[in-house]
């Protein structure tokens, strides 16, 4: 058990020493711009429909699920607004980013332990080159970015399928479901919704270029690095998820409280 | 088409001779001990947020939040109690199994299997089938608890309700069913991680790089199908509530 403990938190302090060399190389270094954009380009192409989809159905399941609950006060009304608040504050930022974690974190995390493991990333050292400067910072970069982009996405698409399953299954048209949006759907709700998709991509890019980064043992350890990218990111993105919703409640109370 | 067949196969090969009991246990202890302590993590996580914003939109529309317990439970016993243990077993456990079945196909062990006569689906798919099924299925009956436990302490804590009301509250909004619905969607997704991966592990491409894609693909294909799934099961279950 305290084997365990030491072993989690050293891996965390690794793991922020890396992001801490990764940031200092971004500030010290010419930034290769070329790099990142191709980058984002690639990621963002592979990985627009799966998201797209995830983000559909995500709506879709949230609205049937408003639908049962607000059908016993019946408060069809607020169904748009609520389903749409649900998805955007909470559920669609989580759902959207588990699924990114499989994508985009767990191909990264094998790219680069595969370079790793064939000793590319040394290779790059040998020609006198930086290859945090090189190989980890535009994907950093890139997946920050186009991360960011691919969850807000998958939130508008959130809230097609939820438009399109209000109208099919609870009876709510289109025009009444948009038009209660803004009822419910604050100005503060959409920030800590981006706020928290921001963080998630973070969390996804260090975590991933840090496994990948820190691959050992063929073969079999590129497949190791994979699987725990997947699984640690999973687990940090559920705990900034409670930390960005707590950190958001002060902020909202604060707000209310001064005004 | 293969994915058919080997489904059919799997099935049959668990009421085909040999019985492989220290394969399934083995596989058994894998799906469950291992994932139990990062689902039971995620979980207490996942119940905090949901009721500190049930509590957040309660106070939006209705002014108060005194129903947030029933809200909260329903959301938890419904989709997030499940929901987030098959995305967790996707990359947890299915990605192992993607890994463990490529490498073996491109080592060409699968092929030395068929030479020694034996069923590869068999001999590899059948025993992750029943070890995931029964696996995700006590998996899923212990986040819900393990989530509703952790909501009903942080309601006692944050919001101040007691023990008692959380559940009298929590009563008038679920039911058993609930709970059953939640472990039909386990086995649901059960049966689907290790096929999916397992699928893809047999047609993976030579080469580290294969078994790489192959995982990823995996992990991909079966968190998209969980979704989906997930849509369709409870868009069922809602006739029957």
């Not at chain 1, 496994?211 to 690095?225: D, H, L």
């Not at chain 2, 019985?19 to 291992?34: A, D, S, T």
Request: net charge neutral.
């Amino acid at each position: 058990m305290i084997s365990l403990l030491n072993k989690i938190i050293n891996e965390i302090g690794l793991s922020l020493l890396f992001l801490k060399e990764i940031l200092n190389t971004l500030f010290k270094t010419p930034c290769k711009s070329h790099l990142i954009y191709e980058q984002i380009w690639n990621v963002t192409m592979e990985s627009f429909a799966t998201t797209a989809l995830a983000g559909f159905f995500v709506g879709a399941i949230m609205t049937v699920q408003f639908t049962l609950q607000m059908n016993e006060f019946g408060a069809l009304g607020y169904l748009g607004g609520l389903a749409t608040s649900g998805t955007i504050r909470e559920v669609g930022p989580l759902l959207i980013a588990f699924m990114l974690s499989g994508k985009v974190g767990a191909f990264t995390s094998a790219e680069l332990g595969t370079m790793r493991v064939t000793e590319q990333i040394d290779a790059i050292r040998c020609l006198g080159a930086n290859p945090i400067q090189e190989i980890i910072l535009p994907r950093f970069l890139g997946i920050i970015i186009s991360a960011f982009f691919l969850l807000g996405i998958g939130l508008l698409m959130s809230i097609l399928g939820g438009m399109f399953l209000g109208s099919l299954f609870a009876g709510v048209n289109p025009e009444e479901y948009v038009r209660h949006i803004p009822t419910i759907l604050a100005l503060p709700s959409i920030f800590s919704g981006l706020v928290k998709c921001f963080c998630f991509a973070v969390v996804l890019a260090t975590i991933c270029t840090y496994k990948g980064y820190t691959t050992t043992g063929g073969a079999k350890g590129v497949g190791r690095s994979v699987v725990s990218t997947a699984v640690t990111t999973m687990i940090c993105i559920v705990v900034f998820d409670w930390l960005t919703s707590y950190i958001a409640d002060i902020v909202i109370r604060t707000i209310q409280e001064s005004a | 088409m293969f994915f058919l067949k080997m489904s059919l196969g799997a099935v049959q090969g668990l009421f085909q001779k040999p019985f492989r009991k220290n394969e399934i246990l083995q596989q058994l202890y894998f799906v469950g001990n291992g994932s139990l302590l990062i689902i039971v993590f995620c979980v207490c996580f996942a119940a905090v947020v949901t009721i500190l914003e049930s509590s957040f939109h309660m106070k939006m529309v209705i002014q108060n939040d005194s129903m947030v317990p029933g809200f909260a439970a329903l959301l938890i016993l419904r989709e997030l109690g499940v929901v987030v243990t098959a995305l967790l077993l996707t990359s947890r456990v299915g990605a192992g199994f993607a890994a463990e079945v490529g490498s073996m196909q491109v080592t060409e062990q699968v092929d030395a299997l068929k030479m020694l006569g034996i069923d590869p689906v068999q001999y590899l798919v059948s025993p992750r089938l029943i070890a995931c099924i029964l696996g995700s299925l006590f998996l899923v009956i212990v986040a819900n608890l393990t989530c509703l436990f952790c909501a009903m302490l942080v309601s006692e804590n944050m919001l101040g309700y007691s023990a008692q009301m959380f559940l009298t509250s929590m009563r008038r909004f679920v039911s058993f069913q609930d709970l059953i619905f939640a472990m039909i969607k386990g086995v649901v997704f059960g049966t689907v991680i290790p096929l999916v991966s397992c699928y893809f592990g047999f047609f993976c491409k030579p080469g580290a790089d294969g078994v790489g894609k192959a995982t990823t693909q995996s992990v991909v294909f079966s968190s998209i199908t969980i979704i989906v799934l997930d849509f369709v099961l409870s868009y069922t279950f809602s006739f029957f509530y």
